[in-house]
């Protein structure tokens, strides 16, 4: 599935309109993704390090 992204005004009243129009035809979905599900996603698909302590963590970063 592909994914659209769209920045615009919310102050442009056409703007407005024409995306109110577009979801009504209910051909799109909305996801609303917060910084918060998206640190979610990276537990769970393992982008994330863990370190003991902050001498383990600048090891790994300096060396």
């Known amino acids: 599935m592909a994914e ?3 920045k615009f005004d919310k102050r442009n009243v056409i703007a ?13 979905k909305t996801v609303n993704k917060t910084a918060l599900n ?3 996603e990276d537990v769970k698909k393992g ?3 863990k370190y003991k302590n902050t001498d383990e963590l600048f090891d790994k970063i300096l060396n």
Request: charge should be positive; glycine fraction near 4%; hydrophobic fraction near 50%.
């Open 16 to 28: 407005k309109k024409t995306l109110e129009y577009i979801l009504s035809l209910g051909v799109f």
């Open 4 to 6: 659209i992204t769209l």
């Open 47 to 49: 982008r994330v390090n």
């Open 38 to 40: 998206m640190s979610l």
